[in-house]
Nanobody
Framework: QVQLVDSGGGLVQAGGSLRLSCAASGRTFNSAAMGWFRQAPGKEREFVAAINWNGVSTYLTDSVKGRFTISRDNAKNTVYLQMNSLKPEDTAVYSC????????????????????WGQGTQVTVSS
């Protein structure tokens, strides 16, 4: 069992930066692949980033490549999403998620691949 708590969201101007954190509890965190998703009002949940258990494999959706970075610190049971050069279209509720497995499957972008979810943190980017 893994419990996830998201934090770090807020209001920022376009071009600014935020770092989201996902603190996990539960002894299986270090062996869990993790992901970040976002959901804007009136839109479906969207994949943002994923990372395997040791951080060697990472994936980013095309719209955030070159701007966002996913990382993890297993000693601190925390996954991060560093977001730079933010745009108004990045505005959404961001949630982290954990798989039961340590690896990322070929469908790492699907919410159905993740068993545990954080409560979400609001990111608002003003123009």
């Amino acid at each position: 069992q893994v419990q996830l708590v998201d934090s770090g969201g807020g209001l920022v101007q376009a071009g600014g930066s935020l770092r989201l954190s996902c603190a996990a509890s539960g002894r299986t965190f270090n062996s869990a692949a993790m992901g970040w998703f976002r959901q804007a009002p009136g839109k479906e949940r969207e994949f943002v980033a994923a990372i395997n258990w040791n951080g060697v494999s990472t994936y980013l959706t095309d719209s955030v490549k070159g701007r966002f970075t996913i990382s993890r610190d297993n000693a601190k049971n925390t996954v991060y999403l560093q977001m730079n050069s933010l745009k108004p279209e990045d505005t959404a509720v961001y949630s982290c998620a954990a798989r039961r497995q340590s690896w990322l499957s070929s469908t790492y972008y699907s919410p159905n691949e993740y068993a545990y979810w954080g409560q979400g943190t609001q990111v608002t980017v003003s123009s």
